[in-house]
């Protein structure tokens, strides 16, 4: 059983607030990973860290910045929302460095931005 | 560019009768080949998984998928559908070398008809 949590689930919240999503996971995971996924579309990686104090930008460019002070932990930042940030925005972790672990998903957060 | 192509958005079957998902990616070496399942309101759960070897695999919930080098194809497949499958099913592509990130399908969605 994977224990990977995002908080809140659904937000709703107006244009220029900041905003930061949970994400925390209690399996000793070195990996962690922020995935936006939009209907009907693949999911596309915004950021990921490999350990505490290690953070780097996905594939796809956002503008959203995230943290890795504690390895279970893994907050992802939003300065000044947009509507253009309305998505699903998914976590995951995975085991060791150097490898090809499986990724265990939270259940998401889906954000809206009026 | 790697790519990942799942040519179906959507299908339809039956309870009981059997269900093939399509999966093509497109990469110059054999990859590392994951199918993942998304249930309503829950995380993305890995299902199989293939690496070398045996290129009939086997997953969780019944589920197999075949890797075919020819057709550059890792098709999931199920000899019997419940109505508890009714989910979207994603494929996922790793390159060796690209930092352990996943490219991604769009999905498919499955409904079951009772």
């Known amino acids: 059983e994977a224990d990977i949590y995002q908080t809140p689930r659904y937000l709703v919240i107006g244009t220029g607030k900041k905003i930061t999503l949970e994400c925390s996971q209690t399996m000793g995971h070195d990996k962690m990973y922020w995935y936006q996924q939009d209907p009907g579309m693949e999911l596309h990686l915004i950021h990921y860290?490999?350990?505490?104090?290690?953070?780097e930008k996905g594939d796809l460019s956002s503008e959203s910045t995230v943290s890795r002070i504690r390895t279970e932990h893994f907050p992802l930042t939003l300065e000044s929302a947009r509507p253009s940030h309305t998505s699903q925005y998914l976590c995951?972790?995975?085991?060791?460095?150097?490898?090809?672990?499986?990724?265990?998903f939270g259940p998401g957060t889906r954000l809206t931005v009026l | 560019a790697q790519s990942v192509t799942q040519p179906d958005i959507h299908i339809t079957v039956s309870e009981g009768a059997s269900l093939e998902l399509r999966c093509n990616y497109s990469?110059?070496?054999?990859?590392?080949l994951f199918w993942y399942v998304q249930s309503p309101g829950q995380g993305l759960q890995l299902l199989l998984k293939y690496f070398s070897g045996d290129t009939l695999v086997q997953g969780i919930k019944g589920f197999e998928a075949e890797f075919k080098r020819s057709q550059s194809s890792f098709n999931l497949r199920k000899p019997s559908v419940h109505w508890s499958d009714a989910a979207e099913y994603f494929c996922?592509?790793?390159?060796?070398?690209?930092?352990?990130?996943?490219?991604w399908g769009a999905g498919t969605k499955l409904i079951i008809k009772p």
């Open positions: 990469y110059g070496a054999t990859p590392y």
């Open positions: 860290s490999y350990g505490v104090n290690s953070t």
């Open positions: 995951a972790s995975s085991g060791s460095s150097g490898s090809w672990d499986t990724q265990y």
């Open positions: 996922a592509v790793g390159a060796p070398g690209s930092n352990y990130q996943l490219i």
